[in-house]
Nanobody, 124 residues
Framework: QVQLVESGGGLVQAGGSLRLSCAASGRTSSTYIMGWFRQAPGKEREFVSRISWGGGIAYYADSVRGRFTISADNGKNTVYLQMNGLKPEDTAVYYC?????????????????WGQGTQVTVSP
């Protein structure tokens, strides 16, 4: 089993920045990719970004490319999502996910473990 705990969410004004963290514990050696998804009220959970342990290729949703940066610290078993230029439409609960297969990781079904989520609210 792998446990994921997100932190770093909060309330920020449009144009501001936040850095989310996802600390992984347990059988982290079984995981190959880490991803961030988000879910706004009344909407489906959507892909935000993904990275593989060891600094592999990072993927981003078109809506966040150029504003968000994902990174991974293998020594700390922690993944980060640096979010700059935040917009009100970025408001959502952000979830961290871990996958046990080395895949592109743009869909929910490619992940095996999920965190509880952290709320990000961007005011106009």
């Amino acid at each position: 089993q792998v446990q994921l705990v997100e932190s770093g969410g909060g309330l920020v004004q449009a144009g501001g920045s936040l850095r989310l963290s996802c600390a992984a514990s347990g059988r982290t050696s079984s995981t190959y990719i880490m991803g961030w998804f988000r879910q706004a009220p009344g909407k489906e959970r959507e892909f935000v970004s993904r990275i593989s342990w060891g600094g592999g290729i990072a993927y981003y949703a078109d809506s966040v490319r150029g504003r968000f940066t994902i990174s991974a610290d293998n020594g700390k078993n922690t993944v980060y999502l640096q979010m700059n230029g935040l917009k009100p439409e970025d408001t959502a609960v952000y979830y961290c996910a871990a996958g046990t297969r080395l895949v592109e990781g743009r869909t929910r079904g490619q992940y095996d473990y999920w965190g509880q989520g952290t709320q990000v609210t961007v005011s106009p």
